[in-house]
């Protein structure tokens, strides 16, 4: 797995068509610095990796919203792929403890039903309130 250093010469071009070969991004990036590597997806995007951490900067100062290859392009620094798969946003969100309070609430709702719908036990509880006698 790449490192946080090597991390810094890349960068994330989205809106790269799977048409686009290789080589014609690399000949577009080198406008800003020395490309060391360039892989398209083939899937609307591509890394292009720089020998220089102020190559890579360069890049997304210069490239970010132009018009490259019929598309308009949205050039950032990449980020680290996380183990699971995810990539290394930090929004907020965890899936341990998501699924957590979701086992929480399914619990507490078991345990203790909401008196709306009245004891489980009698009867038809969903058609008729608390202590009254289904209308048929």
């Not at 308009?72 to 309070?101: H, L, T």
């Not at 507490?108 to 009698?122: A, C």
Request: proline share 6%.
């Amino acid at each position: 797995m790449e490192d946080q250093r090597d991390q810094a010469y890349k960068v994330f071009v989205h809106g790269v068509e799977a048409s686009v070969q290789n080589r014609n991004i690399q000949s577009v990036f080198e406008k800003c610095g020395e490309v060391v590597d360039v892989f398209n997806s083939g899937k609307g995007f591509a890394f292009v990796t720089f020998s220089s951490a102020g190559d890579a900067a360069d890049a997304i100062e210069v490239m970010d919203g132009k018009m490259l290859f019929g598309q308009r392009v949205s050039v950032k620094q990449a980020r680290q792929r996380r183990s699971d798969g995810r990539d290394g946003r930090s929004d907020g969100r965890d899936p341990d403890r998501a699924n957590e309070m979701i086992n929480e609430a399914f619990q507490r709702v078991l345990n203790d039903p909401p008196s709306v719908l009245g004891p489980v036990n009698s009867g038809n509880w969903w058609l008729h309130p608390p202590g009254t006698r289904p209308p048929f």
